[in-house]
């Protein structure tokens, strides 16, 4: 019978081991700047800074907004920056810039340039189940938008919304058009699928690529489509 090591044996044991062993981590190695170069860039910056600061570069004001995530707020925020009485031609341009993402086959900015109106929660026939997110009317069309970024479609919303549309566009003597704008696509070839990327695209695109040049609405419009990236 092998005999077991008492207590005072194994703790002489241990303690003969602790002086071999290594007694810690490895610490990293030190990184030495010279003062000089860190106020020299410090200075250097300061200027580019207070430039971001005074165009509101530094922070995005839809995060102030609190979008989020939320459908019916960022769809309430896409339909203003779409109105033409806010953005003028620039809001002209991001609107007709998503549609022709939905609808290659149409001169949008052509189309929007007669007159157009945006509207949120619309019920096309006034029933309030089939309420659309965002409808934008034209001189010639009538095209629903459905916005989903969480949560999935209702069974057979699309559908039921197609159908509310068509009947409203008969009504006004209008074509009707179904867009779906969601993380996901629709198998109906009746609905046009887009993405949240389709809507960045044509927000930076209307606003221009040169940020130094700007205006407030164009900052506005970009800083929508870098919020709208990542939903």
Not at 33 to 62: M, Y
Request: charged residues 25%.
């Amino acid at each position: 019978m092998v005999e077991q090591p008492s207590p005072p044996q194994l703790e002489a044991a241990f303690l003969a081991l602790r002086a071999v062993l290594p007694t810690g981590q490895p610490r990293p190695p030190k990184q030495f700047f010279a003062l000089e170069d860190l106020e020299r860039a410090f200075r250097a910056l300061k200027q580019p800074l207070a430039i971001a600061k005074e165009r509101g570069g530094l922070l995005n004001p839809w995060a102030l907004a609190s979008l989020g995530q939320n459908e019916v707020r960022n769809a309430a925020a896409l339909a203003g920056l779409w109105m033409a009485e806010f953005g003028g031609a620039t809001s002209l341009r991001f609107a007709a810039g998503y549609l022709s993402t939905a609808f290659p086959d149409g001169d949008w900015l052509m189309e929007l340039g007669k007159g157009y109106r945006v509207a949120t929660e619309v019920c096309p026939l006034g029933e309030a189940a089939d309420r659309v997110d965002l409808v934008i009317e034209t001189s010639r069309y009538l095209i629903g938008i459905e916005v989903k970024i969480r949560a999935g479609l209702g069974r057979n919303q699309l559908e039921r919304y197609s159908s509310a549309i068509s009947r409203r566009a008969e009504l006004q003597k209008l074509n009707p058009r179904v867009v779906l704008l969601a993380p996901f696509r629709t198998k109906l070839s009746a609905v046009s699928s887009t993405s949240w990327a389709d809507v960045s695209r044509a927000a930076r695109a209307a606003a221009g690529e040169k940020v130094a040049e700007r205006t407030f609405v164009q900052h506005l419009i970009a800083s929508f489509g870098e919020h709208a990236r990542v939903l």
